[in-house]
């Protein structure tokens, strides 16, 4: 179908071409293959938006735009279900509040993750969440859940602020850095230490963190449609998977042999992963245990530093929001002096502001699961058989929700609580399968930007980027350039 695509709007476009087609063969032409294509269907169905005529103008650059403009216009056009034909797949898009309801409410025989996120195998590896059995994937996610709860929250405070502080304390007087590779490489750090355990953060982390980046580097659109197809970076992602896992098990069993000195010395993740034991009494197998840990690492990592280096921009451009954060540092420190769970708990003009950015920039821009059952909506039926999708990024700039949607603007947050409609905000999902790492990540960054507002002026070299599609999890385009300069009162505000 694409080829077909391509070779319209070919010969349509060059008119250089031997075939020249008249204008009413491309008025009859299109029509026809609109209606072989996608006008005959039920009734019930979603209505459908077709891409072929779009496509054919050039209206949608996805290179630039992904597939937002698409998403986009054809809510404007349909409204808040609507379908899609992709190669040989049927998509139906829900979106808005309402519409979300009934993706993030399923029931997990209605709509399942497992048939969409199968590139994420190899990397994980066999039988580790979506790959598992239902039953064990859910109890894999408590076992997550587990390990990011109250007590786990408050030990990984210290231990991210012990990282940054040491980071920070490396960056000169003054300079210009790129942001987004700095904070990777702060975050990388960070999660290392909270997640897999001072063992590999102390004595492997440039071995670890190598291997780490061949393995996100390896999980691509391509990986998406062909998790196994033979290309250079997929045999350097199953390379790295391998080695990794000979990291990670060493530890392991090293930690299994001394059990006395496991669970009452170790604060970590891992640890936790460790100690769990499945409801018929079987603890975790040591693959199962790497594949855990990558799959909690991949949560938390990449989504931290693309939100933290967004942040940085966003402050860059709207100063007077970077200069109530460090008002409100100062409130906070005088009161508790120092960085813990309690004090970033009333650190909420920050939190505003990293929640702001994520609507405006959230690092997954769908959400999808398959349909294993009809379902229905406001009259319409979803077939069984359909990749059903939401997408935080269009639904976060609805004009419906949000006043003035493309303005930064955390207010949204405070006083006015405009996502206060049931999935308005989608950062981190909902429902059932809401994101684990929701308070790890507002941890973390917060706990950042806390000591980066009150270390360093920051000053914009460049525009904020434009949004790298070309990713599974979306980020800023490098380079993200920002000139910096150390404090010498760390409550001065920026004029």
């Known amino acids: 179908m694409l080829t077909l695509l391509n070779d319209i709007s070919t010969l349509v476009s060059d008119s250089s071409s031997p075939v020249i087609l008249s204008g009413v063969v491309v008025a009859a032409l299109i029509p026809t293959l609109y209606f072989l294509l996608f006008a005959s269907q039920s009734s019930k169905l979603p209505p459908r938006y077709g891409l072929l005529a779009p496509l054919v103008k050039g209206e949608f650059d996805l290179k630039k735009q992904g597939p937002l403009a698409v998403l986009k216009k054809a809510y404007m056009e349909k409204g808040e279900i609507f379908r899609l034909r992709l190669f040989h797949q049927n998509v139906t898009a829900l979106i808005g509040p309402n519409a979300h309801s009934i993706f993030f409410e399923a029931k997990d025989s209605q709509l399942s993750q497992k048939e969409c996120y199968g590139f994420t195998v190899p990397v994980f590896g066999p039988k580790i969440v979506f790959d598992a059995p239902l039953k064990e994937m859910l109890q894999q996610l408590k076992f997550v ?13 210290l231990k991210i602020v012990k990282e940054a502080e040491d980071f920070f304390a490396e960056w000169p007087e003054e300079g210009e850095i790129d942001l987004m590779e700095q904070l990777s490489k702060l975050i990388i750090n960070t999660a290392s230490r909270c997640l897999l355990g001072n063992e590999i953060r102390e004595n492997v982390q440039k071995e670890f963190a190598l291997y780490y980046q061949q393995l996100s580097d390896g999980m691509s659109h391509l990986s998406f449609f062909w998790p ?55 603890q975790l197998e040591d693959n199962e245990i790497v594949g855990l840990l990558l799959a909690a690492l991949f949560a938390g990592q990449h989504t931290s530093n693309i939100t933290s280096t967004w942040m940085g921009f966003m402050f860059g451009e709207n100063m007077k929001w970077l200069n109530k954060v460090i008002l409100e540092q100062k409130e906070v420190m005088e009161k508790h002096n120092k960085i813990t769970f309690e004090s970033l708990a009333e650190m909420t003009t920050l939190h505003a502001c ?65 996502d206060k409609a049931k999935y308005s905000f989608l950062a981190f999902g909902g429902g059932r399968h809401s994101c684990l790492g929701e308070r790890f990540a507002f941890l973390q960054v917060k706990t950042i930007w806390s000591l980066m507002s009150r270390k360093f002026e920051f000053e914009m070299v460049q525009k904020t980027p434009e949004i790298d599609y070309s990713a599974i999890v979306c980020g800023p385009k490098m380079p993200c350039r920002m000139k910096f300069k150390r404090k010498s009162d760390p409550y001065a505000l920026k004029l």
């Open 145 to 157: 859940a587990k390990g990011l709860n109250y007590a786990g929250m408050s030990a990984h405070v």
């Open 228 to 282: 196994r197809a033979p290309t250079q970076a997929h045999r350097e992602r199953d390379h790295a998977r391998t080695e990794l896992a000979k990291i990670f098990i060493k530890v392991i069993k090293h930690r299994r042999s001394e059990p006395e000195q496991g669970s009452g010395l170790h604060d970590d993740f891992l640890q936790v992963l460790i100690d769990a034991r499945y409801t018929d009494g079987r």
């Open 354 to 418: 990293m929640k702001e950015t994520l609507r405006l920039y959230p690092p997954l821009i769908i959400l999808m699961r398959k349909a294993l059952e009809p379902m229905a909506y406001k009259g319409h039926i979803i077939p069984k058989g359909d990749i059903v999708c939401v997408s935080p990024a269009v639904a976060h700039r609805l004009e419906s929700v949000y006043t003035n949607p493309n303005q930064f603007d955390p207010a949204r947050f405070l006083e006015r609580h405009e």
